[in-house]
C-alpha cells in the first residue's frame, strides 16, 4: 500500500531563515513522483515543486528545494529566506508512475515569524 | 483567466438536500478529479475522469455521482446530503510533463450541511 507521512502538523520559523519540512513515503513500485503543494488561508492548493523518482539530482524551484534520499524514503522541502507569506499548510504528495493517483500527507502547517 | 475553476466557493445546506458543484478546466486536461478536504485537512482522492471515462471512484457512497459532458467538464452531484459531507471539495486536472503528472487544484468548494 503507498503511504505518505508528515510528522510535523505545526511548525515556527523566524522570517528570512531557512526551513525544512519532513516527508517520508511508501511504495514498492520503482516509478513514482513526489509532489509539494502549499495551501494559504484562502483555501487554494498551488503547486510548489516535483521530483521524479529516477531524477538524479535534487529539485529545486526558486527559494524551494527538494531534498530527496530514495534510499530512506524522504522527500523533504526546503523553504531558504523564510517570508511572511509563506506561512500556510503544506502538503507532501506522491503519484506512482502507472496508476494516476495522487497520495497526500496530512499536512504541515508552518508560521513564519517577524 | 482561472485554469481550474469550480463553483460556488460556499455551499451551505440543509441535511437530505442535493446539491451539485461544478467545475472547468481550461488548461486541456485529460484528466479531472474529485477529492474531499476533511475538518483535519486530510486530502482524498473520490473520482478521476481521463476523456470523459471514469478511471478512479474510491469507494465514495453512491450519494455521490460525478458527471464529465466533455473533458473539460467534471460536475459533482451529491444526493440526500449528510452532515458528514461537510467538507472541502477540490475539482483538479492533471497532465503530462515530460513523462511526470502534475496537478492543478481549483479554489474549493467548502460545503456546509446543517
Known amino acids: 500500500a503507498q503511504k505518505i507521512t508528515q510528522t510535523q502538523p505545526g511548525m515556527f520559523v523566524q522570517e528570512k531563515e531557512a526551513v525544512t519540512l519532513d516527508c517520508t513515503y511508501d511504495?514498492?513500485?520503482?516509478?513514482?513522483?513526489l509532489f509539494w503543494y502549499k495551501q494559504p488561508s484562502s483555501g487554494e492548493m498551488i503547486f510548489l515543486i516535483y521530483?521524479?523518482?529516477?531524477?538524479?539530482q535534487n529539485a529545486t524551484e526558486g527559494r524551494y528545494s527538494l531534498n530527496f534520499q530514495k534510499a530512506r524514503k524522504s522527500a523533504n522541502l526546503v523553504i531558504s529566506a523564510s517570508q511572511l507569506g509563506d506561512s500556510a499548510m503544506y502538503f507532501c504528495?506522491?503519484?506512482?508512475?502507472?496508476?494516476?493517483?495522487?497520495?497526500f500527507g496530512s499536512g504541515t502547517k508552518l508560521n513564519v515569524k517577524p | 483567466d482561472t485554469a481550474v475553476s469550480q463553483t460556488p466557493k460556499y455551499l451551505v445546506t440543509q441535511m437530505g438536500n442535493d446539491k451539485s458543484i461544478k467545475c472547468e478546466q481550461n488548461?486541456?486536461?485529460?484528466?479531472m478529479y474529485w477529492y474531499k478536504q476533511d475538518s483535519k485537512k486530510f486530502l482524498k482522492i473520490m473520482f478521476s475522469?481521463?476523456?470523459?471515462?471514469?478511471?478512479i471512484n474510491e469507494t465514495v457512497p453512491n450519494r455521490f455521482s460525478p458527471k464529465s459532458p466533455d473533458k473539460a467538464h467534471l460536475n459533482l452531484h451529491i444526493n440526500s446530503l449528510e452532515l458528514g459531507d461537510s467538507a472541502v471539495y477540490f475539482c483538479?486536472?492533471?497532465?503530462?510533463?515530460?513523462?511526470?503528472?502534475?496537478?492543478?487544484f481549483g479554489s474549493g468548494t467548502q460545503l456546509s450541511v446543517l
Open positions: 475522469y481521463n476523456n470523459k471515462e471514469l478511471i
Open positions: 483538479a486536472s492533471s497532465y503530462n510533463d515530460r513523462g511526470y503528472e502534475k496537478l492543478f
Open positions: 488548461l486541456g486536461h485529460d484528466t
Open positions: 521530483q521524479g523518482s529516477y531524477d538524479q
Open positions: 504528495a506522491m503519484r506512482l508512475y502507472n496508476f494516476n493517483k495522487f497520495y
Open positions: 511504495t514498492s513500485d520503482p516509478s513514482y513522483g
